[in-house]
């Protein structure tokens, strides 16, 4: 199959959205401008109905094909921007210091946007698609909120997909697998309360220093001795607060990092063992200690027949051999996953190519990424919502 929109002149409007996004970003659910940009645009391109305002500040765009049919297809897209300050001297970098789309959800969203305007151009479908541009993914919960909002009834959304660029994976390849493919992302804070006192006479205080040290090393042994080495987990404590002078043993303590797992029991198992030894060594230390834990986004799970069919429709595009069907779980998280708690779909990667990686202060969205994006979008619509014979 031939790449959509790859002509110079398409694919330098495309590229053109794509880097007025990159300079204008925007955080969370504050999108206005990329969202309403997108509706001018979807509504330009003929869509039978723009909605906005969807979970907040989403925008759903409405394609049907030439040809009725039954079933109706989700293809979703991010919009926001990463609180970073942007280290690039690219001449479209990011306007507004501290901001900066360091995960390409610019160039996410210029893709479906070209996707859309060539379904509605070509309408070679039975059905409907619908493109979901989504706000909030960066810590928002976008997703969520969308489904919140009646996203999927509100369409008739029957199945969903969504799609994103992996630095180090190579411009024109694709990666999926069924099942797992990105991991539940999950934080904890653990206050431990002392006795204070002077450094010289530690014996008569109650270190809290000392045991927030024990706790890292305990908590640490749980991935390393209580889960099965096969079974994909990380506990990080990234945060270690406490005291402010030399010679003196403070009050308090505070410990924090996050959690990451791709199977629910190992989920739920990891905490139970957390608050086990926190207490432990609570008591083992003479302090007092609170952990607090704080479910985040859950396993981005793909539906293995969806999968299959992704990794065939990409496998059209750019042929078998550039087609990871398998790839490896990343550790990263993913709110497209409320997504698919709620219909069955998939999670796919394109590549980005040789970048610095996500959310890094010198990564850019990869250009030539674009027609691939686009026409796996294309294709994945034709296929799926495919006439009968």
């Known amino acids: 199959m031939a790449l959509i929109d790859s002509t110079d002149e398409a694919l330098a409007e495309v590229q053109s959205w794509r880097r007025d996004l990159h300079a204008n970003p925007e955080l969370m659910f504050d999108v206005g401008r990329t969202a309403g940009i997108v509706a001018e645009r979807l509504r330009g391109f003929g869509c039978d109905d723009v909605t906005t305002g969807v979970g907040r500040s989403g925008v759903v765009g409405v394609i049907h094909g030439r040809i009725t049919g039954p079933r109706t297809i989700g293809l979703r897209a991010d919009m926001d921007a990463l609180p970073i300050t942007e280290a690039t001297p690219l001449p479209y970098a990011s306007r507004t210091p501290g901001r900066m789309h360091a995960c390409g959800h610019d160039g996410h969203t210029a893709m479906l946007l070209g996707a859309a305007r060539h379904l509605c151009v070509t309408r070679n479908f039975a059905g409907t698609a619908v493109v979901v541009f989504q706000p909030a993914e960066e810590g928002g919960a976008g997703g969520r909120v969308m489904i919140e ?17 992996v630095p180090g ?33 530690p014996h008569l205080c109650a270190d809290p220093v000392f045991a927030g040290a024990q706790m890292i090393c305990a908590l640490q042994g749980i991935v390393a001795r209580n889960i099965d080495p096969l079974d994909a987990c990380v506990l990080s404590v990234t945060q270690f607060n406490a005291g402010s002078a030399q010679n003196a043993i403070p009050e308090t303590a505070r410990l924090a990092g996050t959690m990451r797992t791709l199977r629910p029991e190992t989920r739920t198992f990891l905490e139970t063992r957390m608050r086990e030894i926190v207490a432990g060594v609570a008591t083992a230390t003479g302090v007092s ?70 959310h890094h ?18 294709r994945l619509v034709e296929t799926a919502l495919a006439p009968a014979a």
Not at 150 to 161: A, H, S
Not at 314 to 337: T, W
Not at 361 to 378: C, E, K, T
């Open 149 to 165: 909002d009646g996203l999927m009834e509100r369409f008739g959304i029957d199945e969903i997909f969504g799609m994103h660029n």
């Open 169 to 201: 994976l190579p411009v024109g390849s694709f990666a999926i697998r069924p099942g797992p493919i990105m991991a539940a992302a999950d934080r904890f804070e653990i206050m431990v309360t002392g006795r204070g006192g002077h450094a010289a006479m």
């Open 289 to 358: 200690a609170k952990l607090t834990l704080n479910r985040g986004y859950p396993v981005t799970r793909n539906d293995p027949d969806r999968a299959a069919f992704c990794a065939t429709v990409a496998a059209d595009v750019v042929g078998a051999a550039q087609v990871n069907a398998n790839i490896e779980p990343m550790m990263g998280a993913e709110d497209f996953s409320y997504m698919l708690e709620k219909r069955p779909g998939a999670f796919l990667f394109v590549g980005n190519g040789d970048t610095a990686g996500l």
């Open 361 to 378: 202060p010198a990564y850019d969205f990869n250009d030539s990424v674009l027609p691939f994006g686009i026409s796996y979008w294309v």
